[in-house]
């Protein structure tokens, strides 16, 4: 399934970081875009971040041309529906976050930055929504494409996530939104519900 795999990846990319980008600057006149843009926490965590997004079509690329053989425990049918469903489903959160997001979505963060803070809709259940359809998004491609350059994307991609969360944003939104973020964070998880939590 690396065709399908590939052209789930792109679809993907496409709709949540270009068409995103691009709705969020018609209607704010800003790109979103903070990126590198903080130190080197932040950095570490765009690159790591960033080869995860490169592993993961390469590693479709490399099982098409038979340069990397997909795992055979893994390389099952039943393997290959259970990783649509859950891309699918990755691919519908991230974007219904990015909506509920509004004019608060940013790629990144800037320190000087004061962007509202949003508790409602999916929000309600995870803190980090886009991201929660971001990883079960890419762990859905892992289950299209079963190889180890995929297994290693998404390991790289959650890695960078969470030195981005939890010692960039979270830090961030605690000096920003103070006691009103902390008694948020105290009863919302991380990424999933009720896990990670913060004391």
């Known amino acids: 399934m690396p065709a399908l795999g590939l052209v789930a990846y792109f679809a993907f990319v496409l709709v949540a970081f270009g068409w995103r980008t691009w709705l969020q600057y018609r209607r704010t006149g800003d790109s979103g875009f903070r990126g590198f843009s903080g130190g080197a926490l932040e950095r570490s965590a765009s690159v790591l971040f960033l080869v995860g997004l490169l592993l993961a079509p390469i590693s479709s690329v490399l099982e098409l041309v038979h340069w990397v053989a997909p795992l055979p425990d893994l390389a099952q049918p039943a393997v290959h529906s259970f990783g649509i469903a859950a891309f699918?489903?990755?691919?519908?959160?991230?974007?219904?976050?990015?909506?509920?997001?509004?004019?608060?979505?940013?790629?990144?963060?800037?320190?000087?930055?004061?962007?509202?803070?949003?508790?409602?809709?999916?929000?309600?259940?995870?803190?980090?929504?886009?991201?929660?359809?971001?990883?079960l998004a890419l762990g859905g491609l892992v289950l299209l494409v079963p190889n180890v350059l995929a297994?290693?994307?998404?390991?790289?991609?959650?890695?960078?996530?969470?030195?981005q969360v939890r010692l960039v944003e979270e830090p961030h939104l605690l000096r920003t939104h103070?006691?009103?973020?902390?008694?948020?964070?105290?009863?919302?998880?991380?990424?999933?519900?009720?896990?990670?939590?913060?004391r």
Request: aromatic content about 12%; overall charge positive; hydrophobic content about 50%.
């Open 88 to 135: 699918a489903l990755g691919f519908g959160l991230t974007v219904v976050a990015q909506f509920q997001m509004g004019a608060s979505w940013r790629i990144g963060v800037s320190p000087s930055e004061r962007t509202g803070l949003v508790t409602e809709g999916v929000f309600r259940y995870v803190r980090n929504p886009i991201f929660s359809g971001m990883l």
């Open 151 to 163: 297994a290693l994307a998404a390991l790289c991609t959650l890695a960078g996530l969470e030195l």
């Open 178 to 198: 103070g006691e009103s973020y902390h008694a948020y964070a105290r009863s919302v998880g991380r990424f999933v519900p009720f896990l990670g939590r913060l």
